[in-house]
């Protein structure tokens, strides 16, 4: 009787928390696109044994998507276009960022030992329900943890044939030992480390840094978690600059600066953020992520 009764609690407790998903103003689904339906698509996402932070609902993703964009027009202004240009989120008619919450139907741990590569199970975790919109690139408020980084990305240009590269995530805690939101970072009205991480990774789903920039770093075997990866800048200061042993806590203060790797450059066989189809203004003949790719 006592091991019926147990079982019964831990069900009731499971079903509760999937019942507790269900909240004012949440969306379940993406909502119909307001554009031409390229656009980066936001998701806060919880593992099925996931604690709702309720994200979604209190502003705090909206507020890091403001930081994040606001601090991509500064770099951009006076450079292509006058006034800058924007990341181009996924919007509602009322041009709020369009978020959806998802919940997983694996564990936390299934996805936290991955590591930097856990983003390569949550691709085909949120496809598996119904966001793989081919048109559009994801990014991912994950509310859980990750045993070694704070954010990571998939590569298009990496990508093998047949292999979907569209998703990029912010792991919220993160890191068990806290230091995702230690030294100035979390959820707060500025742009800083959470931020910059989210901003790194976004870029790296829409194709930055390319293979053709001169500068594109790729990171020797050396026993290190970034073994073998490219798509950074060496360049301090840089918002894609980063070193073999993935810490740094060097501030992002430039947007490809000499505008010779990635943004608003002179190399026409390579891809340009600039003239992405998933920013605004939008040039006449926009790139993919995979424009230029080897």
């Known amino acids: 009787m006592r091991i019926f009764i147990s079982y019964t ?3 009731f407790f499971l079903a509760s928390a999937v019942f ?14 307001v554009d031409d339906g390229y656009n980066i698509h936001v998701m806060y996402v919880l593992p099925k044994d996931g604690v709702d932070k309720g994200y979604d609902l209190d502003s705090k993703i909206s507020m890091l998507m403001y930081q994040i964009d606001k601090w991509f027009n500064s770099k951009t202004k006076d450079r292509l276009f006058t006034d800058g240009q924007n990341l181009k989120f996924d919007r509602k008619d009322d041009n709020k960022i369009d978020i959806t919450f998802l919940r997983l139907d ?4 299934e996805i936290s030992k991955h590591g930097i590569q856990a983003v390569n199970v949550l691709q085909p975790a949120i496809s598996r ?6 048109k559009k690139v ?4 994950y509310g859980g943890s990750n045993r070694d980084v704070c954010a990571s990305s998939q590569l298009p240009s990496y990508a093998t044939e047949g292999v979907t590269a569209n998703t990029a995530a912010l792991y919220y805690p993160g890191k068990r030992s806290g230091s995702c939101i230690e030294n100035n970072g979390g959820f707060k009205p500025e742009f800083n480390e959470t931020a910059k991480a989210a901003l790194h990774e976004i870029l790296h789903v829409l194709g930055a840094v390319p293979q053709c920039a001169e500068d594109h770093l790729v990171f020797k075997d050396e026993g290190t978690i970034n073994d073998g990866i490219g798509g950074h800048l060496s360049i301090p200061g840089d918002i894609m600059y980063s070193v073999q042993s993935n810490k740094t806590y060097d501030k992002a203060k430039h947007l490809d600066f000499k ?6 450059h002179n ?5 340009d953020i600039a003239k992405s189809r998933y920013v605004l203004p939008t040039v006449s003949n926009p790139q993919l992520p995979t424009f230029s790719s080897k």
């Open 267 to 271: 190399n026409e066989n390579c891809l």
């Open 138 to 141: 994801y990014f991912i408020i």
């Open 259 to 264: 505008s010779s790797n990635y943004y608003n």
């Open 9 to 11: 609690i831990i069900s």
């Open 106 to 109: 694996i564990n936390d741990d």
């Open 129 to 134: 329900f119904g966001f793989n919109d081919p």
């Open 20 to 33: 507790s998903d269900e909240k004012p103003g949440r969306n379940f689904a993406d909502l119909p696109d």
